[in-house]
């Protein structure tokens, strides 16, 4: 689908962008004329821009489905095509015209589901891992090509960390793994630290024996943590818009999660850890306190809205 960015771009990447969104409505229009929808799912980025307009103008009703708390331009744009917008969060309905939004939580895996609602799925992932039953687990993790910061923050700690006591759980995303593995082999208590490349299928395991989480603040935090009541200290990315700001600091602001600056880990990573994992009573705080913003049933929500939708061309 041709389309192309409008905001942060200069006034030739805009115009080729305007080009671009003109010829990928036509091109949706075609579509939607052949395949007959009864109802359109958007989830942002300007690609869905000709194909809402086409929806629009075929009367196709749509519904956007926000994983951030905070909207970006795009969906600023694709709302007023659609009929509905389907929010991880209450708090985002203030950035729409009142009355559009439906809060549904934010849509999880039903294998993620499974482990956190799984009483077992603890001991099954502390086997799975080979950790230490008796130590608390640290998991730290920043997507599948890994946060360099993070790591980089980390494996100075492992040390301290793992003297303290503790194991860590480390996905090291594919850019830092030969790093992480040749900083194991130095480590005088390697046996308890365990890293990763990437977890695709046993990140729920993951979960489900960790005890503090340190990671960046994507909108799947916005799930996953409260789906396994996990305490989390988050450091947002720094070089894009501020949506991941804005999701740590909802968490926080809930007694879910601390929010560190990328910049100040080297200062402040290792003590604060140390706070949290000393104190039971404020692990366990954060822990139901993230509990409590859960709602696994946020896939079955938005598929019951669009269907919802489509209903009305049914």
């Known amino acids: 689908m041709r389309a192309g960015p409008l905001h942060g771009v200069g006034v030739l990447r805009a115009l080729v962008s305007l080009a671009n969104l003109t010829i990928g409505t036509g091109t949706a229009l075609r579509l939607v004329r052949r395949y007959r929808p009864e109802a359109l799912l958007l989830t942002g980025g300007w690609v869905g821009l000709p194909v809402a307009a086409a929806a629009w103008l075929l009367r196709v009703p749509s519904l956007i489905y926000l994983p951030d708390i905070e909207p970006g331009l795009a969906i600023r744009i694709l709302q007023r095509f659609a009929r509905r917008v389907a929010t991880t969060v209450d708090d985002s309905a203030v950035y729409f015209p009142a009355g559009k939004t439906i809060a549904t939580g934010y849509p999880v895996r039903g294998q993620m589901v499974a482990a956190a609602q799984d009483s077992s799925a ?160 404020r692990l366990n705080a954060m822990r139901a306190a993230a509990a409590a913003l859960a709602q696994p049933d946020g896939a079955l929500n938005v598929a019951r809205e669009l269907l919802r939708l489509a209903g009305e061309k049914l």
């Not at 999701?247 to 926080?252: D, G, I, M, Q, S």
Request: glycine share 6%; with cysteine.
């Open 122 to 281: 603890r001991q099954k992932a502390l086997a799975h891992f080979g950790l230490d039953p008796a130590r608390k687990t640290l998991l730290v993790f920043g997507g599948s090509r890994g946060a360099r910061s993070i790591n980089v923050a980390l494996l100075d700690l492992l040390p301290e960390l793992l003297a303290d006591g503790l194991q860590v759980l480390h996905v090291t995303g594919t850019l830092d793994w030969e790093q992480g593995q040749n900083r194991r082999i130095a480590l005088p208590e390697s046996q308890h630290y365990h890293a990763y490349a990437y977890l695709h299928d046993e990140m729920a395991l993951a979960f489900a024996c960790a005890d503090l989480v340190v990671c960046r603040s994507g909108a799947s935090t916005l799930g996953e943590l409260p789906l396994f009541g996990l305490p989390s200290i988050l450091v947002p990315y720094p070089y894009a818009w501020r949506y991941q700001k804005v999701n740590a600091e909802w968490l926080a602001e809930r007694g879910a999660a601390l929010v560190m600056e990328d910049a100040a880990m080297s200062e402040t990573l290792l003590q604060t850890i140390r706070t949290l994992m000393e104190d039971d009573a």
